[in-house]
């Protein structure tokens, strides 16, 4: 197959004058370069697309390719994860990952979080804030705060646990000026966090594996934040746990993978997870389009752990997405 390439390559956007948080997300080269060469090893041609922009440059110029893989994150909206596979079922061409209404529902953890409750699965009580003097969340400290609809812990330090009602509103409003959009207060769940590995579509979802975050002295304490994971090599220790020798990493694949199938997700992604203060393991959020450096991305990190090679997990990323191919008639 010829398989595009679109993404956000972090470089081109600091060099067009955007700080270093605001392209958190965005990807290196050597992530395309990793893509690209799995893709070339399984017998495919590639071609380099990039960000939006030059999508609809290529497709408005009659440009076509049997499949796209797509790693874009966007820049502007609460859909900016979804315009890129928009556009590309606008032109009925199969991508990678999931579709626009995921990619849009997901990247709004409170929204996720509301579609999650509904279905049964269990995940902490929490309250949307748009305005600080409205930090009235009807349930106990101690809370979390975090940015509603952001991703890779931007937002997240040491000030994001608030042990007094009376310290909300600051914390919020803080989050709210930064990030320009409301702030998500969450139950703080003080027990062990888990990454889920997922990969496949609907029924024949499965999970990969799933990776123990054990944060380090040198960590800022008690949450997984934008630093501990800018600083994982330092800060952070992964360990694979296996669903056989303890309840309650079965019980957060279990939930993991019934999370992945309510919301529709495809491919591969992951979801975090976080247990109460009586073990039980409760939703955090979802990543449908989870990072995929061959080395210092989550999901590759839980396939080193399982002994599935980068390549195979790009391939399968393929092999999910090519059921999606138009039919040639």
Same mark, same amino acid.
């Given at each position: 197959? &010829?398989?595009? &390439?679109?993404?956000?390559?972090?470089?081109e956007y600091l060099?067009?004058?955007?700080?270093?948080?605001?392209?958190?997300?965005?990807?290196?080269?050597?992530?395309?370069?990793a893509?690209e060469?799995?893709?070339?090893?399984?017998?495919?041609?590639?071609?380099?697309?990039g960000?939006?922009?030059r999508? *609809?440059?290529?497709?408005? %110029?009659g440009?076509?390719?049997?499949?796209?893989?797509?790693?874009?994150?966007?820049?502007?909206g609460?859909?900016?994860?979804? @315009?890129?596979?928009?556009?590309?079922d606008?032109y009925?061409?199969? #991508? =990678?990952?999931?579709?626009p209404?995921?990619?849009? &529902?997901?990247?709004?953890?409170?929204? =996720?979080?509301?579609v999650i409750?509904?279905?049964?699965?269990?995940t902490?009580?929490?309250? /949307?804030?748009?305005t600080?003097?409205?930090a009235?969340?009807?349930?106990?400290?101690?809370?979390?705060?975090?940015? /509603?609809?952001?991703? =890779?812990?931007?937002?997240?330090?040491?000030?994001?646990?608030?042990e007094r009602?009376?310290?909300?509103?600051?914390?919020?409003?803080?989050?709210i000026?930064?990030?320009r959009?409301?702030?998500? /207060?969450?139950?703080?769940?003080?027990?062990?966090?888990?990454?889920?590995?997922?990969?496949?579509?609907?029924?024949?979802?499965?999970?990969?594996? =799933?990776?123990? *975050?054990?944060l380090?002295?040198?960590?800022e304490?008690?949450?997984?934040?934008?630093?501990?994971?800018?600083? #994982?090599?330092?800060? *952070? $220790?992964?360990?694979?746990?296996?669903?056989?020798?303890?309840?309650?990493?079965?019980?957060?694949?279990?939930?993991?993978?019934a $999370?992945?199938?309510? &919301?529709g997700? !495809?491919d591969?992604?992951?979801?975090?997870?976080?247990?109460?203060?009586?073990?039980?393991? @409760?939703?955090?959020?979802?990543?449908?389009l989870? %990072?995929?450096?061959?080395?210092h991305?989550?999901?590759?990190i839980?396939?080193?752990?399982?002994?599935?090679a980068?390549n195979?997990?790009?391939?399968r990323?393929?092999?999910?997405?090519?059921e999606?191919?138009? !039919?040639?008639?």
């Open positions: 197959m &010829l398989i595009g &390439l679109t993404y956000d390559l972090r470089s060099a067009a004058g955007y700080g270093e948080e605001e392209t958190a997300e965005f990807d290196q080269e050597d992530t395309v370069a893509i060469a799995a893709l070339a090893e399984a017998g495919h041609r590639t071609e380099r697309i960000r939006l922009h999508l *609809v440059a290529q497709l408005a %110029g440009a076509r390719w049997d499949l796209v893989f797509n790693i874009a994150e966007g820049l502007h609460i859909g900016r994860e979804a @315009q890129v596979p928009a556009l590309l606008a009925e061409i199969a #991508y =990678t990952f999931s579709d209404l995921v990619m849009s &529902l997901t990247l709004d953890k409170a929204m =996720t979080k509301r409750r509904d279905a049964g699965i269990p902490s009580d929490f309250a /949307v804030v748009h600080a003097s409205a009235r969340p009807a349930f106990a400290p101690p809370y979390f705060v975090k940015p /509603v609809a952001e991703g =890779t812990g931007k937002g997240i330090n040491a000030r994001s646990i608030v009602p009376e310290d909300l509103a600051e914390a919020c409003a803080e989050l000026a930064r990030f959009q409301p702030a998500l /207060v969450e139950r703080f769940l003080p027990g062990r966090e888990f990454t889920v590995g997922i990969v496949g579509t609907g029924e024949r979802a499965e999970v990969l594996g =799933t990776i123990e *975050v054990h380090l002295e040198t960590a304490a008690r949450i997984y934040s934008y630093g501990n994971k800018k600083e #994982y090599e330092t800060r *952070v $220790a992964y360990q694979l746990v296996k669903p056989g020798d303890d309840p309650a990493v079965a019980e957060a694949e279990a939930i993991s993978l $999370a992945w199938q309510t &919301l997700c !495809r591969a992604g992951r979801i975090d997870m976080r247990c109460d203060e009586a073990g039980r393991a @409760q939703f955090l959020e979802v990543n449908p989870a %990072g995929l450096h061959p080395v991305s989550d999901l590759p839980i396939c080193r752990h399982v002994g599935v980068y195979d997990l790009i391939a990323i393929v092999a999910s997405a090519s999606r191919r138009p !039919r040639q008639d």
